[in-house]
């Protein structure tokens, strides 16, 4: 295992201390937490599944993978049988451990792209393998052959999201090359210029997830950060080596959290209650960051603006932690995000009202 970066969040602790000077408190727009209430339904089968004095599975409940499934169909045209999918404990600690569930090994390479969660190269160096950044994984050299290559479509921090053509033509590379293609799609159900599309649809893969996985949370999708609840689908084969390995170390769901995952993979209501609550948060912070002098680029889905006025990351956190508002320096994503801020609409109606008003 290799040593670990600094916690990002730990580095902007002054600036959210100087925002929090601000007389009208602190508007927290750094870290995209869910702040509206977790769906009923969700929290009434909580309760429901709550009396679990036995053992959970570690592959789920039948309920829940056949619910899951279900959902992969009805919202993303995605058929997988429902023993191709597997619940994590949070998708957080999936990602982080993935290469080393897949058996990638020092003297690896596991790439990702040039701008990126921070966790992807965190599982490459808890693998003890080589971290690879890239702008676009076939622009490797040929002699160049990862373990595997993480995706983020819709991605985190900026937004942008890949098309079939360019999804079908990565899967084609890396079946060529060997390599294991993972898409992180946290955030599939928020595109606001368009409908984004998984690595597993048909168009992309041509019917096969030979060699491919993706990777869905429900702390956005559902407001259930705090029950840190996800799920892996793809190749079954992986999927069977992943549960192997997880049901030696102990990653196991609780149960209820289960029966909670089960109802929201079931429910479609509250997602699109949701979808209409960060869009007007959107149009709210989007246009006072235009009017302030900002360009957004790319943000084209999930629940950040990405967000530049041509100067240094630092100096615009700065600059607006001193108007009590708190964003990500796009650096903590890669270097390549040196002279961008990446900014969630996922505080309150009020704090983003307050935000677009000290823009003002």
């Not at 965190?122 to 950044?133: E, F």
């Not at 079939?164 to 210029?193: F, K, M, Q, S």
């Amino acid at each position: 295992m290799r040593d670990m970066p600094e916690f990002p969040w730990d580095v902007i602790l002054p600036h959210k201390r100087r925002a929090a000077e601000h007389p009208g408190g602190i508007v927290n727009l750094a870290l995209g937490e869910p702040v509206d209430p977790t769906p009923r339904p969700v929290r009434d089968a909580l309760a429901v599944a709550s009396d679990a004095p036995g053992y959970p599975p570690t592959e789920g409940t039948d309920a829940l993978r056949e619910a899951a499934a279900g959902w992969l169909r009805r919202r993303l045209g995605v058929s997988v049988d429902p023993t191709a999918v597997l619940p994590a404990v949070g998708t957080k600690e999936l990602i982080a451990w993935l290469p080393t569930m897949l058996g990638v090994t020092p003297g690896d390479t596991v790439a990702f792209p040039e701008l990126a969660f921070p966790t992807f190269d965190v599982s490459a160096r808890l693998a003890g393998a080589t971290s690879r950044p890239v702008a676009w994984p076939p622009d490797l050299p040929a002699t160049e052959r990862p373990a595997v290559v993480w995706l983020n479509s819709p991605s985190n921090p900026e937004g942008r999201v890949h098309s079939p053509d360019e999804l079908r033509a990565l899967v084609a590379w890396a079946r060529e090359h060997g390599t294991v293609l993972v898409n992180d799609e946290c955030y599939i159900e928020y595109g606001w210029d368009g409908r984004p599309c998984s690595l597993l649809d048909p168009r992309v893969c041509g019917g096969s997830h030979e060699g491919l996985l993706t990777v869905h949370s429900l702390s956005k999708r559902s407001n259930l950060a705090g029950y840190r609840a996800g799920i892996c689908s793809g190749d079954p084969a992986l999927i069977r080596r992943l549960l192997g390995i997880r049901k030696h170390a102990g990653h196991v769901v609780p149960a209820p959290v289960q029966g909670a995952m089960r109802a929201a993979f079931a429910d479609d209501a509250h997602v699109e209650e949701q979808r209409a609550r960060y869009a007007r948060r959107r149009q709210t912070l989007r246009a006072a960051l235009l009017a302030a002098g900002f360009t957004i680029e790319h943000s084209a889905a999930g629940l950040f603006l990405w967000a530049t006025r041509g100067e240094s990351c630092w100096a615009t956190v700065k600059e607006l932690s001193e108007h009590g508002i708190l964003v990500a320096p796009g650096v903590f994503y890669g270097q390549a995000g040196e002279r961008h801020v990446r900014i969630a609409i996922t505080a309150s109606d009020e704090r983003i009202t307050a935000a677009a008003a000290r823009l003002r």
